[in-house]
């Protein structure tokens, strides 16, 4: 008799065909586990029409019927409660749909290890009660540095807040394994007495990165794209003052495309009104992602420097922008810039608008200040490639099988 396959139920907020940094993410790993013989049961909200390419979006009524996924994984969906998108909005949503979580997480077939991943701080509470449920091992994948970011970001305040931070806390300590995606995360829950605490970092899928070429342009011009979310972690606000006063100078031309979507995109609408110098896209998916990097000369990174959490925080766009070749300006600290020193084709600028002012008028007088450099791309197959990423994941999973 054949054994069976080992099986794995996954809860997450955000998953195919949303385009979402967690579903890039999981959606590599669940390719990885399936290859080396795992059974995934995916256990998420419908699609969220925000994050969901329009060609790609689910018609029709709901359905609970399981749905096969890209890689063979089994899709279980719950109702989404479309809410406004604001901080509140996402988190009373999310809640929502982690409650609803739990009865198909119970009624899907019986799992070897249950895991949960955030930034969807409810889904730890369905992950938790659904291992418990089904008296499986809970895995805990924490890509954000929770609950530290909630505290900086001033979400914790009340009897809720409280509860949530202490809930969560409580969670990783009796989680079987937590996995973070940087070694400083790793480090800060081992002193909060978090013993069982592994690091698998975010990454790409190298071969779906196209390389991209230098751009020939004039003396006195840089165009600086971001694709990405515009929350109040990326401190964009800075970046646009800094390229309103380029414009209002008036002694080179400065060019800033922001693309993508979130919770301070109108605020960011309003700064920039009246300067032609910023422009404004919507998210975009596949191709017209390079697209608009080739467009530009230097791609930006940008995560606040004033929160602490940020230090051993790397935006999950970095290992894609190294793995493009394109040449890179990040306003980061810690665990990111010493990863993207690994590219030579990098400016790590202080955070402030005057920093940014400085910079960006010195790449736009030199046409060959922002080269494309292949260093980044080779550090990226060796450290943050995501099939391999997957392997080790499987190696972990494993662990936890019983005999």
């Given at each position: 008799?054949?054994?069976a396959?080992?099986?794995?139920?996954?809860?997450?907020?955000?998953?195919?065909?949303?385009?979402?940094?967690?579903?890039?993410r999981?959606?590599?790993?669940?390719?990885?586990?399936?290859?080396?013989?795992?059974?995934v049961?995916?256990?998420?909200?419908?699609?969220?029409?925000?994050?969901t390419?329009?060609?790609q979006m689910p018609?029709?009524?709901f359905?609970?019927?399981p749905?096969?996924?890209?890689?063979?994984?089994?899709?279980?969906?719950?109702r989404?409660?479309?809410?406004?998108n604001?901080?509140?909005?996402?988190?009373?949503?999310?809640?929502?749909?982690?409650?609803m979580m739990?009865?198909r997480?119970?009624?899907?077939?019986?799992?070897d290890?249950?895991?949960?991943?955030?930034p969807?701080l409810?889904?730890?509470?369905?992950?938790?009660?659904?291992?418990?449920?089904?008296?499986?091992?809970?895995?805990?994948?924490?890509r954000?540095?929770?609950?530290?970011?909630?505290?900086?970001?001033?979400?914790?305040?009340?009897?809720?807040?409280?509860?949530?931070?202490?809930v969560?806390?409580?969670?990783?300590?009796?989680?079987?394994?937590?996995?973070?995606?940087?070694?400083?995360?790793?480090?800060?829950l081992?002193?909060?007495?978090?013993?069982?605490?592994?690091?698998?970092?975010?990454?790409?899928?190298?071969?779906?990165?196209?390389e991209?070429?230098?751009?020939?342009?004039?003396?006195g011009e840089?165009?600086?794209?971001y694709?990405?979310?515009?929350?109040e972690?990326q401190?964009?606000?800075?970046?646009?003052?800094a390229v309103?006063?380029?414009y209002?100078?008036?002694?080179?031309?400065?060019?800033?495309?922001l693309?993508?979507?979130?919770?301070?995109?109108?605020?960011?609408?309003?700064?920039?009104?009246?300067?032609?110098?910023?422009e404004?896209?919507?998210?975009?998916?596949?191709?017209?992602?390079?697209?608009?990097?080739?467009?530009?000369d230097?791609?930006?990174?940008?995560?606040?420097?004033?929160?602490?959490?940020?230090?051993?925080t790397v935006?999950?766009?970095?290992?894609?922008?190294?793995?493009?070749g394109k040449?890179?300006?990040?306003?980061?600290?810690g665990?990111?810039?010493?990863?993207l020193?690994?590219?030579?084709?990098?400016?790590?600028?202080?955070?402030?608008?005057?920093?940014l002012?400085?910079?960006?008028?010195?790449?736009?007088r030199?046409p060959?200040?922002?080269?494309?450099?292949?260093?980044?791309?080779?550090?990226?197959?060796?450290?943050?490639d995501?099939?391999?990423?997957?392997?080790r994941?499987?190696?972990?999973?494993?662990?936890?099988?019983?005999?």
């Amino acid at each position: 008799m054949s054994q069976a396959k080992p099986r794995l139920q996954l809860l997450i907020h955000s998953y195919w065909p949303e385009s979402t940094p967690p579903q890039r993410r999981w959606q590599r790993l669940t390719e990885s586990l399936r290859a080396d013989g795992w059974e995934v049961d995916v256990i998420t909200p419908a699609a969220n029409e925000r994050y969901t390419p329009a060609e790609q979006m689910p018609t029709g009524a709901f359905t609970m019927k399981p749905q096969e996924g890209p890689a063979g994984e089994s899709i279980r969906r719950t109702r989404y409660l479309l809410l406004r998108n604001s901080r509140v909005g996402r988190f009373l949503s999310d809640a929502v749909s982690s409650v609803m979580m739990v009865p198909r997480a119970v009624t899907a077939p019986r799992p070897d290890v249950v895991l949960a991943t955030v930034p969807a701080l409810p889904v730890i509470c369905a992950g938790w009660l659904a291992a418990r449920l089904r008296r499986a091992p809970l895995v805990v994948d924490m890509r954000d540095a929770w609950p530290e970011l909630a505290r900086e970001a001033e979400v914790r305040a009340g009897p809720a807040g409280r509860l949530m931070e202490t809930v969560v806390t409580s969670i990783q300590r009796r989680a079987e394994l937590v996995v973070t995606v940087t070694a400083g995360f790793a480090e800060r829950l081992r002193d909060r007495d978090v013993d069982r605490v592994e690091t698998i970092s975010n990454g790409v899928t190298l071969e779906q990165i196209p390389e991209l070429e230098h751009r020939s342009r004039r003396a006195g011009e840089l165009r600086v794209a971001y694709l990405g979310n515009h929350g109040e972690s990326q401190a964009l606000e800075t970046v646009i003052r800094a390229v309103r006063s380029i414009y209002d100078r008036g002694e080179v031309e400065v060019t800033l495309r922001l693309v993508g979507s979130g919770t301070q995109k109108e605020q960011l609408k309003e700064l920039a009104q009246g300067c032609p110098a910023v422009e404004f896209h919507d998210a975009v998916h596949g191709e017209q992602v390079w697209d608009h990097y080739r467009w530009s000369d230097t791609a930006l990174v940008s995560l606040r420097t004033d929160w602490a959490s940020f230090a051993w925080t790397v935006p999950s766009k970095t290992f894609e922008l190294m793995g493009l070749g394109k040449h890179i300006t990040a306003t980061v600290t810690g665990e990111a810039a010493e990863i993207l020193a690994h590219a030579e084709n990098v400016a790590v600028v202080d955070s402030s608008a005057e920093a940014l002012v400085e910079t960006f008028t010195e790449l736009a007088r030199d046409p060959e200040s922002t080269p494309v450099s292949s260093a980044g791309r080779r550090w990226v197959a060796e450290h943050a490639d995501l099939p391999r990423l997957g392997e080790r994941y499987s190696r972990l999973l494993k662990t936890f099988l019983r005999p």
